[in-house]
């Protein structure tokens, strides 16, 4: 009964679809290229502008801190920029913490 069995599968290499292996690197190279175009290049892209964000930063800018603090910038320094919160009260953050500027009202 095996003989049968084995005889009426056929020869493997005569199969269609090409030899054996081609398809599971052709789903290889996909998953990465959907990789690649869904989730790499967007947070490239986002990292990018983040970092223009920052160098572009000056005195005068109203910004949003990470944490959700809105403020002025009142001095820059190297790695820390200070942010004025209300009249007179100052705080300092780091430049990676600011992740955005607003319009001023």
Do not use: W
């Given at each position: 009964?095996?003989?049968?069995?084995?005889?009426?599968?056929?020869?493997?290499?005569?199969?269609?679809?090409?030899?054996?292996?081609?398809?599971?690197?052709?789903?290889?190279?996909?998953?990465?290229?959907?990789?690649?175009?869904?989730?790499?290049?967007?947070?490239?892209?986002?990292?990018?502008?983040?970092?223009?964000?920052?160098?572009?930063?000056?005195?005068?800018?109203?910004?949003?801190?990470?944490?959700?603090?809105?403020?002025k910038i009142s001095a820059l320094?190297?790695?820390?920029?200070?942010?004025?919160?209300?009249?007179?009260?100052?705080?300092?953050?780091?430049?990676?913490?600011?992740v955005g500027t607003r319009q001023?009202?």
């Open positions: 009964m095996f003989s049968e069995a084995y005889a009426m599968a056929g020869n493997p290499a005569a199969q269609p679809g090409g030899g054996p292996g081609y398809e599971g690197m052709i789903m290889l190279v996909a998953m990465f290229a959907i990789f690649y175009f869904l989730l790499i290049r967007p947070q490239q892209k986002r990292a990018k502008q983040h970092k223009q964000l920052i160098e572009g930063l000056k005195v005068g800018d109203q910004v949003v801190t990470a944490g959700g603090l809105h403020g320094q190297d790695t820390i920029i200070i942010v004025e919160v209300a009249t007179g009260v100052k705080i300092k953050v780091n430049r990676a913490s600011i001023e009202q």
